[in-house]
């Protein structure tokens, strides 16, 4: 599978790395500038099996678009894709900005960034999933012989199994969380782990799972 990341940071460039080895797709790194030394040391990183190149030439061929940019570049990133009507897209992004109190969701309860991308994203297959734990847990998804779980949200039935499978591939416990609008929890449940991580002493190498009776 060819899986166009739009952005090569540290979310962008663990999935990539991740699919690539654990799985075998062709990763195509979508970033303004391929040739920048960063992201061309991603590419040497991961092998054979990956390359950068704009974001219009990485969708023009793709199977799957992953969307790891931050939130406030977001729209221009989709954007810059062009046409990508019948595309899959797997939204990654959380709606965050930082105030007084630290960092919170810029928008919520109403809509969410996933509902948001849908609408720049025209004809498209958007859904929500890989925002819910940290690019560490991405990297190494299973603690102690339990698989972490992650959550996909999204309207298409059709293609929803695709994703999942997808998903699945890194090593995640996956869950079906509905339609697209519940990406309005999951940016919540986002912020939960952000904060426990980040400003309650847990640090990033955790992660929720799922136990059931």
């Not at 075998?24 to 190149?53: C, S």
């Not at 009507?85 to 900005?97: E, F, M, Q, W």
């Not at 630290?102 to 929500?128: N, R």
Request: hydrophobic letters at 45%; a positive charge; proline letters at 4%.
């Amino acid at each position: 599978m060819k899986i166009v990341i739009i952005g090569a940071g540290n979310v962008g460039g663990t999935l990539g790395a991740a699919w690539a080895q654990k799985a075998g797709h062709e990763i195509f790194f979508g970033v303004r500038d391929p040739a920048a030394d960063k992201t061309q040391a991603l590419v040497r990183k991961i092998g054979a099996k990956a390359r950068a190149v704009t974001p219009a030439e990485a969708a023009a061929s793709s199977d799957v678009i992953v969307l790891t940019t931050p939130w406030p570049q977001a729209e221009a990133a989709i954007r810059s894709l062009g046409n990508i009507s019948g595309k899959i897209v797997l939204d990654a992004t959380n709606p965050l900005t930082r105030g007084p109190d630290g960092i919170s969701l810029e928008i919520g309860h109403s809509i969410s960034a996933g509902e948001k991308v849908q609408g720049w994203a025209k004809g498209a297959s958007v859904f929500k999933t890989l925002n819910t734990t940290g690019f560490g847990n991405m990297a190494d998804p299973v603690f102690h012989g339990v698989k972490s779980v992650i959550f996909v949200a999204g309207d298409d039935a059709t293609n929803k199994p695709k994703v999942i499978d997808l998903v699945a591939a890194l090593g995640f416990d996956v869950v079906d969380a509905g339609p697209l609008r519940n990406a309005r929890m999951l940016e919540a449940h986002a912020m939960l782990w952000i904060d426990l991580s980040l400003a309650r002493g847990l640090g990033r190498d955790w992660a929720f799972a799922r136990v059931k009776r």
